[in-house]
C-alpha cells in the first residue's frame, strides 16, 4: 500500500487505522484463545433443568476485568463453570434426582412388572392350553425378539431426540401391548389354530415398547448427570426397575386369583396411562437438541469491521483469521454425525461391555422367566409359595443396585480409578453367582435354592456399576446407542437361554444343566472383562 504524504488527510487516516489494527487482532486474539483453552477441556454442559455441570479441572482462564474486548468475549463465564461445580452437584442431588432418577425409575419399575407377570401367567395359561416345558420357553422367549428389535433404534433415537420423548413412547407402546395380550388368546384365534403364533406375537409388542426404554434411561443419564454422581443415578434407575419383579410378583398371584390371567395383562397394562401422564409433566424436555452446543454470535460481526474501517480490505483480510476462531471454537457438531455402529463395534472397550451384557442377560432372562417354574417343578410348591419365594431373591438385587452406585462413587471419590472400581465390581458381580450357582446345582433344599438364587442375583446387581456404568465412562454422548447396541447381544443371549432351558428341562427333567452352565459362562466373560475394560473415555 503507498504511503500518503506526511501531514496528508488521508496519512492521518491510515495511522489511525493501523492503531486500530493493534488494539483490535490482540483483543479478539486473547477471546479466542480463552476459548480455545476452556473447549478442548470440556469445561461444562448444561442439564435439562439448566444447572452447569463440570467434568475436568480447566486452565486458569483470563480474568474477566483485565480483558477489554468488546467482541463478545466468553471469558467471564468460564470461572464460574469451574468454580460452581459444588454448586451444581448439590442441585443435583435435590432436582436432578427428583425430575429424572425419580420417573425414570417409576417407568422402568411398570416397564418390569408387563415383563415379570409373564413368568406367573404362564403356569395357568400353559395348563389351560397344554403347552409342554419346551412351548412354554418358546412363548415367553416371545418378548426377547420385540426386545431385541428395537434396542438399536432406541438407543440412536435416544441420542438424537432425547430419552425424555422415547421413555414417553416406550411406555405409550408396551402398556397397550399389555392390554391387548388377552385378544390374542380370544375363542376365535384358539379356533383358528393359532394361539402359539399369536401369543408370541403379542408378547413381542411388548418387547417392542420396553426394548425402547433401558438405551432412553441411558441417555437421560448419561446427558443430565455428572460422571461422579452416575454410579448413585444408575444405582437409582435399577432399583424402580428391580423393584418391577418385586411388585409383579407380589400383585400377580393376588390378580390371578382374583381376575384371571387375563385381568393381571388388563390391570398392569391399565397403570401406563397415570405414568405417561406423569412422565410428561415432570421430567423436563431437553433446552436444545441432545449433543448440539449453540454457538454464541460475536458482538461485532466481521462484515461490518470491514465495511467501518478506513484499511483497505487486503488488510483485514490478513487480519480475519487470527479473529474469528471463537465462532468456530463454539459450535458443535451432532454426534451422530461422528460416530457409528461400526466405529463403536472397532474398540476391544465395546466389546468388554458387549460380552459381559451377553452372559449378563443370559442368567438374568433364565431367572426372570423360569424361576417360579423352578420352585414349582423342582421344589414342589404350590404357585402363590412360588411367587413368594422368588420375592426375596429380586429383593436383594432391588437393594443391591442402589449400594453398588453409592459404593462406586464412594471408592472413585477415595482415589481408586474409573477402571479399577468398573473392573473390580464386575469382577465379584460374576464370580459370586457364579460360585452359588455351583452350589444350588448340588442341592435339593428350598432353604439352600433360595439362599442361593438370592446371592446369584444380589451379587449380580454389582454389575449397575460395573458393565452399565461403563458405557458413560467410554462414550458418554453416545451412552444410549452403545446401549442399545449391547443389549441387542444381551437380548438374543435371552432368546437363547429362555428357550434352551424349556427343552433341556423337557428332556432331563433337571435345572441343573442350565446352572452348570450358567456358571462357566459368568467365569468367562469375568476374564474377558478384564483384560479389556477401560474407564477411559474412547469416544469423543
Known sequence: MPLASRGSVACRLQRAALKDIRLLVPQRTAASQQIRRSRPQRLSFRTAYG?????????????????????????????????????????????????????????????????????????????EFGWPASVQGL??????????????IGGSLADKYGGRLVMAYSIFWFSLASVLMPAALSSPVAAAGWTLPAVMLARGMVGLGEGVALPAMNNLVANNVPPARRSTALGGCFTGFHTGNLVGLFLSPLLLAKLGWRGLFFVFGALGLPLLAAWLAIVPKPPQPVGVQKAEPPAVEPQTKLAMSPVPGEVLEKAAPAQLPATQATSDPSPAAKVGTLKLLSSKAT?????????????????????????????????????ILSFLPWTVMAVGSTSAGLLADKLIKQGWSVTRVRKTLQTVAFLGPALALIILARSKDPRIAVACMTCA???????????????????PRYAGRLFGLANTFGSFAGILGVSAVGFVVEKTGSFDPVFKLTAVMYIAATVVWNLMCTGERVFE
Open 51 to 127: 444447572a452447569t455441570r463440570c467434568f475436568t479441572r480447566a486452565k486458569p482462564p483470563l480474568k474477566a476485568n483485565k480483558c477489554r474486548c468488546n467482541i463478545g468475549c466468553h471469558a467471564a463465564s468460564v470461572p464460574a463453570a469451574s468454580s460452581g461445580s459444588s454448586a451444581a452437584a448439590e442441585e443435583f442431588s435435590a432436582l436432578a434426582f427428583f425430575k429424572i432418577v425419580g420417573p425414570t425409575a417409576l417407568a422402568l419399575l411398570l416397564c418390569n412388572m408387563d415383563r415379570i407377570c409373564m413368568s406367573v401367567a404362564i403356569l395357568p395359561m400353559a395348563k
Open 457 to 475: 442375583l444380589g451379587i449380580t446387581s454389582l454389575g449397575q456399576a460395573g458393565f452399565v456404568a461403563n458405557m458413560s465412562d467410554i462414550a
Open 139 to 152: 412363548v415367553q422367549s416371545g418378548f426377547l425378539w420385540g426386545y431385541m428389535a428395537t434396542q438399536m
Open 351 to 387: 466389546w468388554a461391555i458387549i460380552v459381559v451384557n451377553f452372559v449378563n442377560h443370559w442368567g438374568y432372562f433364565i431367572y426372570l422367566n423360569w424361576m417360579p417354574s423352578y420352585f414349582v417343578r423342582a421344589l414342589g410348591v404350590d404357585l402363590r409359595a412360588s411367587s
